[in-house]
T-cell receptor, first 112, second 114 residues
């Protein structure tokens, strides 16, 4: 079946540091890929998405590129802020399936 | 404001109580979902409804009973819960067609079982 693997956290960075959170997936067919963010006490918010190979999703300074050859969708940001501290979830939605398959989440802590 | 509203935000109940969680979406979506988020565990899909019909039940115990009276409302009826059921319960909605449609989540109900 489909699965998503994320790097384990927490990831602790200083403000303005470069961020990478790794995500790889296993799926048949041509899934769409998503990154969600969960701030403390809130639900999941869609951060960005990519629907086909080589697509780059971007939002709020975050980027991720759909790499079919490496089955990866790594999240990057050039300069993190304290307000980016949250849990980040990588997810996929496969053709013919309505529900998302989530990774286990990666907690990011950004220190001033 | 995500367009998906869950009530209550917090719920404390005993193991013999009966309570219900409510979810309402204002996005015109036709698919709705219940997820369970426990500490240190991946997000678990519980139920999927599409046009009010249940299409997935991920082996959820019968003490959780979903109800979807229309495409905008989703309930989760709870009875005789166990301490391990304490978790954040998240509702989501999406358009049915196309695997490129994201899910939109509510802020969840934090459930504590005494």
């Amino acid at each position: 079946g489909d699965s998503v693997t994320q790097m384990e956290g927490p990831v602790t960075l200083s403000e303005e540091a470069f961020l990478t959170i790794n995500c790889t997936y296993t799926a048949t067919g041509y899934p769409s890929l998503f990154w969600y963010v969960q701030y403390p006490g809130e639900g999941l918010q869609l951060l960005l998405k990519a629907t086909k190979a080589d697509d780059k999703g971007s939002n709020k300074g975050f980027e991720a590129t759909y790499r079919k050859e490496t089955t990866s969708f790594h999240l990057e940001k050039g300069s993190v802020q304290v307000s980016d501290s949250a849990v980040y979830f990588c997810a996929l939605r496969n053709t013919g399936r309505r529900a998302l398959t989530f990774g286990s989440g990666t907690r990011l802590q950004v220190q001033p | 404001e995500t367009g998906v509203t869950q009530t209550p935000r917090h719920l404390v109940m005993g193991m013999t109580n009966k309570k219900s969680l409510k979810c309402e979406q204002h996005l015109g979506h036709n698919a709705m979902y219940w997820y369970k988020q426990s500490a240190k565990k991946p997000l678990e899909l519980m139920f999927v409804y599409n046009f009010k019909e249940q299409t997935e039940n991920n082996s959820v115990p019968s003490r959780f009973s979903p109800e979807c009276p229309n495409s905008s409302h989703l309930f989760l009826h709870l009875h005789t819960l166990q301490p391990e059921d304490s978790a954040l319960y998240l509702c989501a909605s999406s358009q049915q067609q196309g695997n490129n449609q994201p899910q939109h989540f509510g802020d969840g109900t934090r459930l504590s079982i005494l």
